[in-house]
């Protein structure tokens, strides 16, 4: 079993510290530590090892980028993923030898995880019969070598429900992870990406044992 990559959240908004911790480890593939001050992050930072970064643009005690730049003297290559307020008029990456990256809150859990997935390398899932690669947005055959090629949102589909594992993932949840909580989304958008996900990975699209509709949501066959 590969080890859990480890990550150090830095923001001092305790409830979403929270949140990202319990998410972030829910399947263990992340192990997380988190702090409030940039003080106390760049003093972790030089006494653990932690595989990813990511830091709140605005602390209590400073600037996320300048602490980015200080930081990463003392991370070396890992990844820096900066956690910005929604609108705010920051740079694209690359971000001028401090940050590797850029997500607008409120996070998405999905979006985040494939990010760090992203900056990580993390190799391919494997979902029924397919390998899952939600980087290149493909599934690929194991026995034929068959691409298939999903959109943006069949790949968080699929990503969201692979890290949920054996559990049933809610409509409602689905919808806020996938879309986010404030678009206002009807569920029968869901189900019809559904309907053309199990169109494209199912032998039978009408009897899914891959995708499968269960009392509550949906979930992946294991």
Request: proline share 5%; glycine share 8%.
């Given at each position: 079993m590969t080890a859990a990559r480890r990550v150090?959240?830095?923001d001092d908004d305790a409830a979403l510290r929270c949140s990202l911790v319990e998410q972030l480890e829910r399947d263990g593939e992340f192990?997380?530590?988190d702090c409030d001050t940039g003080s106390r992050?760049?003093?972790l930072a030089a006494a653990l090892h932690f595989d990813a970064f990511l830091?709140?643009?605005a602390l209590a005690d400073g600037n996320g980028w300048e602490l980015a730049r200080r930081m990463r003297s003392v991370a070396g290559?890992?990844?820096i993923i900066l956690l910005t307020e929604l609108?705010?008029?920051l740079p694209r990456p690359p971000l001028a030898g401090s940050a590797d990256d850029q997500i607008a809150k409120p996070l998405r859990i999905g979006e985040l995880v494939a990010r760090l997935r992203a900056h990580l390398g993390r190799a391919a899932a494997r979902i029924g019969p397919y390998a899952f690669d939600p980087d290149a947005k493909l599934l690929i055959a194991e026995s034929t070598g068959r691409e298939v090629r999903l959109t943006e949102k069949e790949t968080a589909i699929l990503d969201y429900l692979y890290r949920a594992g054996d559990r049933v993932t809610g409509r409602e949840t689905l919808l806020g992870e996938v879309w986010g909580y404030q678009a206002g989304i009807a569920t029968h958008t869901l189900e019809t990406h559904i309907y053309r996900l199990r169109q494209k990975i199912?032998?039978?699209?009408?009897r899914a044992e891959i995708l499968v509709t269960a009392p509550g949501?949906?979930?992946l066959a294991p």
């Amino acid at each position: 079993m590969t080890a859990a990559r480890r990550v150090l959240i830095v923001d001092d908004d305790a409830a979403l510290r929270c949140s990202l911790v319990e998410q972030l480890e829910r399947d263990g593939e992340f192990a997380c530590c988190d702090c409030d001050t940039g003080s106390r992050a760049l003093e972790l930072a030089a006494a653990l090892h932690f595989d990813a970064f990511l830091l709140a643009a605005a602390l209590a005690d400073g600037n996320g980028w300048e602490l980015a730049r200080r930081m990463r003297s003392v991370a070396g290559a890992a990844p820096i993923i900066l956690l910005t307020e929604l609108g705010a008029d920051l740079p694209r990456p690359p971000l001028a030898g401090s940050a590797d990256d850029q997500i607008a809150k409120p996070l998405r859990i999905g979006e985040l995880v494939a990010r760090l997935r992203a900056h990580l390398g993390r190799a391919a899932a494997r979902i029924g019969p397919y390998a899952f690669d939600p980087d290149a947005k493909l599934l690929i055959a194991e026995s034929t070598g068959r691409e298939v090629r999903l959109t943006e949102k069949e790949t968080a589909i699929l990503d969201y429900l692979y890290r949920a594992g054996d559990r049933v993932t809610g409509r409602e949840t689905l919808l806020g992870e996938v879309w986010g909580y404030q678009a206002g989304i009807a569920t029968h958008t869901l189900e019809t990406h559904i309907y053309r996900l199990r169109q494209k990975i199912e032998r039978d699209p009408g009897r899914a044992e891959i995708l499968v509709t269960a009392p509550g949501g949906y979930r992946l066959a294991p």
